[in-house]
């Protein structure tokens, strides 16, 4: 399929793989209550309670969450000297944030709040309709020995780029059911490593990640003992993410950082395809409504959400169609089709997206990890171009003058949601900081 995108400011950059910010059209005032929406903003507290009731159970299985008394959370770091190696330190780029979501606990990413919520969930379900757990009762029964045994039969299964595979593989592995992820051909060899060690069945496919999930998806579809986690499709996935909402709004209120029309909050999340910052800015949406501005940011070789939602098509259109490759050193954003419902449901609610070339986030990860010690993996670190894009970028400019947020700057917020870095062996870690370090000098 060759699909021709429609004529906007953006779309030159876009096909010649130059980074660019596209403005959704399709933003609303108010959007969060749309009718149309498939999704309501009452299941972004339904998320949060089931994770207040997972919490014990959380803490029996993973030790590590003991201080957090068993929720997966991560810092709010103010980004100090991190700011003027990005060449922010001026006052009307306001404060700037990094939500460091590359340390979360248990899966060492963002998919600790989207993996791990599901397969603790489908767990839950399963143990109440054996009886194993009556409604309401002690959820730590699910570590228990016949919980285990009932899980043990049950097979978990989930097409990844990496990330999302460590995230359910671990999640399964720690309530004792079998596991199997299928990996696309761009996921890093330390993930599959990890995840076998944990007895972990990894089938490695030789193509993209859309390939993968299609093959776990048919594989779970012959075994009625496998459950499916359907990255493509899953709301269970969505809302897990979109709890991660309360716990910035707090956060941010800790700070003394308010957000309201006359105090804008820009939130730059890291899509692949797009369940994970669709959660996040659904939930953000429904908490701070026209205050919170969300953007998505891809590599500019697969902007998956970019061009399908600029071509205003019904039907998925995907990076090979308008003539890009979906290759990138970013493997968690390596996604050449978004997600459907996503698509949807960020119609009336996204801001808009921006793409970044693949060296500059070596540059970023470098300058993360040499200012202010933050671990990040390539993929991690796209956000940092939202601020420069807002402000200064002439589209920027554009948003500002149609939000009315013209002269507001210095009073703004920036949160760059960093996606992952905890898990990254050193020795590749060191490898990537080279490389950072190296296109820095040569600036
Ligand atoms: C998965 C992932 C993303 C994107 O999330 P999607 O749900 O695929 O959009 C971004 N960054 C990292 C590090 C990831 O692992």
Redesign the pocket.
């Known amino acids: 399929m060759s699909v021709e995108l429609p004529n906007d400011p953006a779309r030159e950059d876009v096909l010649a793989a130059r980074p660019a910010l596209w403005l959704n059209p399709g933003l609303k005032d108010n959007g969060i209550a749309d009718p149309a929406l498939p999704v309501r903003a009452a299941q972004v507290d339904e998320a949060e309670h089931n994770w207040q009731a997972l919490a014990p159970l959380l803490q029996r299985c993973f030790p590590e969450l003991a201080a957090a008394r068993g929720r997966i959370q991560s810092q709010l770091i103010e980004a100090k000297a991190l700011r003027e190696a990005l060449g922010y330190q001026d006052a009307d780029y306001g404060r700037v944030f990094v939500k460091a979501d590359g340390d979360l606990p248990v899966a060492g ?3 600790a709040r ?1 993996g791990v919520y599901e397969v603790f969930m489908h767990a839950r379900k399963m143990a109440e309709k054996r009886g194993i757990l009556t409604p309401g009762g002690d959820i730590t029964v699910l570590a228990g020995e016949q919980a285990r045994a009932l899980f043990a039969q049950h097979t978990i299964a989930v097409g990844s ?4 595979g460590l995230s359910v593989g671990i999640a399964a592995r720690a309530l004792g059911f079998r596991a199997v992820v299928h990996m696309s051909a761009d996921a890093k060899q330390w993930k599959v490593d990890r995840l076998t060690r944990l007895g972990v069945e990894v089938v490695r496919h030789q193509a993209d990640y859309t390939t993968a999930v299609e093959h776990a998806r048919v594989d779970a579809e012959a075994d009625p003992s496998i459950y499916f986690v359907d ?1 493509e499709r899953s709301q269970m996935l969505f809302f897990g993410y979109s709890a991660a909402a309360s716990e910035l709004a707090a956060q941010l209120a800790a700070a003394g950082v308010q957000v309201d029309a006359e105090h804008p909050l820009f939130i730059y999340l ?9 959660g996040v800015a659904y939930g953000l949406k429904a908490i701070f409504g026209d205050a919170a501005h969300t953007f998505f940011v891809e590599p500019v070789q697969s902007p998956c959400a970019l061009v399908h939602m600029m071509s205003g098509a019904e039907e998925l259109v995907s990076v090979y169609d308008v003539g890009l490759n979906n290759r990138t050193e970013a493997d ?2 390596a ?1 050449a089709r978004m997600s459907a419902f996503v698509a949807e449901v960020m119609k009336p609610l996204l801001a808009g997206v921006f793409t970044v070339a693949d060296d500059d986030l070596f540059r970023w990860l470098w300058m993360a990890e040499t200012t202010q010690a933050i671990r990040l ?1 390539p ?2 670190t796209a956000g940092f171009a939202g601020p420069q894009f807002i402000v200064r970028s002439p589209r920027g400019l554009a948003y500002q003058q149609a939000r009315g947020l013209s002269g507001k700057l210095a009073n703004a917020t920036h949160v760059v949601w960093t ?2 870095g905890a898990f990254v062996p050193e020795e590749q870690f060191q490898q990537f900081l080279q490389r950072g370090a190296a296109l820095v000098a040569g600036d």
């Open positions: 990413s963002i998919k989207g780029t990496g990330n999302l990255d890291p899509c692949g395809i797009g369940g994970a910052p669709g968690g954003m996604v993996e993929s991690a996606t992952g």
